[in-house]
T-cell receptor, first 113, second 114 residues
Framework: DAGVIQSPRHEVTEMGQEVTLRCKPISGHDYLFWYRQTMMRGLELLIYFNNNVPIDDSGMPEDRFSAKMPNASFSTLKIQPSEPRDSAVYFC???????????FGPGTRLTVL | GDSVTQMEGPVTLSEEAFLTINCTYTATGYPSLFWYVQYPGEGLQLLLKATKADDKGSNKGFEATYRKETTSFHLEKGSVQVSDSAVYFCALSDLAQGAQKLVFGQGTRLTINP
């Protein structure tokens, strides 16, 4: 299996622009997680899905952030409009069942100028 | 709420030294405990886990024992290598709080010098 795939790997954009991050989970996994990693705040869970349905989005920082999972093999995390404080590495992870091992993608490094 | 506390880094050791990275947790239920490792430029990957008290997780020469009495899950390795240089994260999932939420410690950066 190719593992969790994320794109792009690096994104540089200007403040106010829309940013879309993409994730393809491991085939057959029914949970998908979006995390954000910064030096100041460490790893934060933003939102997770079960069978394409959002279960908990309490970690989404504000309304500028939105996430979708239109099917079992694709999810997006969108930031609109982006701000410099959104600069971070965003990870997607997937797992088979609750409490099982989460498999992480390589991350997208986002820089908002 | 649940939380994980790791020893602060960075930690720098010489090759073949003994490694301990401390991890303690707070949880209301009976959590599963994990160590994840993040190599430079990569995502996190599971290093080892333990699902109940007194369980020992082990992988690649690393070990950690689930100690309920001390609420700890310290990571150890008898002889580290340069290739072990990475950031190590302790984490828990708690069925009582919704196990799907992995709660991570702040991470400990480890550098091994040849």
């Amino acid at each position: 299996d190719a593992g969790v795939i994320q794109s792009p790997r690096h994104e540089v954009t200007e403040m106010g622009q829309e940013v879309t991050l993409r994730c393809k989970p491991i085939s057959g996994h029914d949970y998908l997680f979006w995390y954000r990693q910064t030096m100041m705040r460490g790893l934060e869970l933003l939102i997770y899905f079960n069978n394409n349905v959002p279960i908990d989005d309490s970690g989404m920082p504000e309304d500028r952030f939105s996430a979708k999972m239109p099917n079992a093999s694709f999810s997006t995390l969108k930031i609109q409009p982006s701000e410099p404080r959104d600069s971070a590495v965003y990870f997607c992870a997937s797992s088979f069942v609750v409490s099982d091992t989460q498999y992480f993608g390589p991350g997208t490094r986002l820089t908002v100028l | 709420g649940d939380s994980v506390t790791q020893m602060e880094g960075p930690v720098t050791l010489s090759e073949e030294a003994f490694l301990t990275i401390n991890c303690t947790y707070t949880a209301t239920g009976y959590p599963s405990l994990f160590w994840y490792v993040q190599y430079p430029g990569e995502g996190l990957q599971l290093l080892l886990k333990a699902t109940k008290a007194d369980d020992k997780g082990s992988n690649k020469g690393f070990e950690a024992t689930y100690r309920k009495e001390t609420t700890s899950f310290h990571l150890e390795k008898g002889s580290v290598q340069v290739s072990d240089s990475a950031v190590y994260f302790c984490a828990l999932s708690d069925l009582a709080q919704g196990a799907q939420k992995l709660v991570f410690g702040q991470g400990t950066r480890l550098t091994i010098n040849p």
